[in-house]
């Protein structure tokens, strides 16, 4: 057994990090290679990889400077007491605000008093924006002194105390305020308060590594993991923003990084069949190609004989063909015996992946009926849900089932008993 785990990773050097998608693409995926080098680690086409990030440096400093609070203010937490910039950029999660943290701010209006008592005598609030001046302004709360969009309430209200109460009694309210907000915007609102870093380490998320589907086969490019990551990027409140874990690969991790914290998460379920000779049908588009690519490569180190077809979408063919050039090397050399692709921004229609398998419906029937496996990897809210809906009609079509039946051996037969409809979906 291993003795790296998230608890206690390895530190990888990256080797490879680069961006799959095509020039013009609106996307952006990278593939990442990650050196085992004498650690030990090992895997198999299926497991995922953990990925341990650090925060941007920028972000920290900024919420620092939104807190109010000394980088080396030494706070408890629970890896022990260290410096809350440490806290910030190794243990915790700044990059998205919680529930849990806005609805604390309760009790700092408690210790003020009762909220219709408070009134302004001075405020100062930060605005913060990485890269930009850092922005100081104050009022005195004394004959009409409010800066705009801020009215008094009588003249004794802080407005931050009816937002507070908004969002503590909606809970839609709450939900869309959350919604891409991060620690800054929050401590914009309600900065002023005051927080220590003790108060405010207390009430927000622990960081939790991200684990990522592998995309390689052990076998097939020996000593090292493969991941595909979809970079996320949004601009939020005013400001560029972007994943915690993906921001980290994309703009924090260079190609000759090596102290990339990781560790393997094996999976019991998303396997190859034991038996080689079996077929397999994959669906997998976006960055759900990334188990298939592991997937196909282990099946051609097998010498496998059982037929692989590969469904694989996304926007655009040159834009977002992901490894266009394994694929076609592996239907050339008839690791892969049938592809087929959708590209849901070419063309008068948009054609997704679920599309084409309901127009090979009856060969797909062929091949389950026949002891054939199913995985589907990638979106569960959207696209996992057509897939299995598709499949779902296609037994029903070509299998002779009612549509009750039909759902019965996909959901019980397949997926439950025979474990021949596996599904890695996130």
């Keep these: 057994m291993s003795e790296w785990s998230a608890k206690n990773p390895y530190e990888s050097t990256v080797t490879v990090n680069h961006i799959l998608n095509g020039e013009g693409s609106r996307k952006e995926t990278r593939h990442v290679v990650f050196d085992l080098g004498d650690s030990g680690l090992e895997y198999k086409a299926g497991d995922a990889l953990g990925v341990i990030p650090v925060t941007s440096s920028e972000l920290v400093e900024d919420v620092l400077v939104a807190l109010g609070a000394d980088s080396d203010e030494i706070v408890e937490t629970h890896a022990g007491e260290m410096p809350l910039k440490e806290a910030l950029s190794n243990y915790y999660e700044i990059h998205q605000a919680n529930k849990k943290f806005v609805t604390s701010i309760g009790n700092k209006f408690e210790a003020i008093g009762d909220s219709s008592e408070i009134r302004i005598v001075k405020r100062v609030r930060t605005s913060v924006d990485s890269g930009q001046a850092t922005i100081h302004w104050s009022w005195s709360g004394e004959d009409d002194d409010y800066p705009d969009g801020y009215s008094p309430a009588g003249s004794s209200v802080d407005p931050a105390f009816d937002l507070w109460k908004t969002l503590t009694s909606d809970e839609k309210a709450m939900g869309d305020y959350l919604w891409g907000r991060d620690y800054i915007d929050v401590l914009n609102d309600f900065g002023h308060l005051g927080f220590t870093g003790q108060d405010f380490v207390d009430q927000i998320d622990r960081l939790k590594p991200r684990l990522y589907s592998i995309a390689s086969s052990p076998d097939f490019e020996p000593g090292t993991v493969h991941l595909t990551i979809g970079i996320v990027r949004y ?115 948009k054609v997704y992946v679920q599309h084409l398998m309901a127009s090979h419906g009856a060969e797909i029937w062929d091949w389950i009926d026949n002891g054939g496996y199913f995985y589907v990897c990638g979106d569960k809210n959207y696209m996992a849900k057509d897939v299995h809906t598709t499949l779902i009609n296609i037994c029903s079509e070509y299998g002779g089932y009612s549509e009750a039946d039909a759902k019965a051996y996909v959901e019980q037969t397949l997926m439950k008993e025979e474990k021949r409809y596996l599904r890695d979906v996130y």
């Design 235 to 349: 601009e939020g409140q005013g400001r560029a923003k972007t994943g915690l874990t993906t921001g980290y690969l994309a703009d924090r991790v260079p190609e000759g990084t090596d102290d990339v914290r990781v560790f393997m998460s094996p999976t019991r379920s998303f396997v190859l069949p034991e038996d080689g000779d079996r077929d397999i049908i994959m669906v997998g588009p976006g960055t759900g190609i990334a188990p298939f690519r592991a997937f196909i490569q282990q099946r051609k180190m097998d010498n496998a004989k059982g037929r692989n077809w590969l469904f694989f979408g996304d926007w655009t063919e040159a834009g977002e063909y992901l490894y266009r050039d394994e694929m076609t090397g592996f239907v050339e050399d008839g690791t892969i015996d049938k592809l087929d692709l959708a590209w849901s921004r070419e063309g008068p229609e």
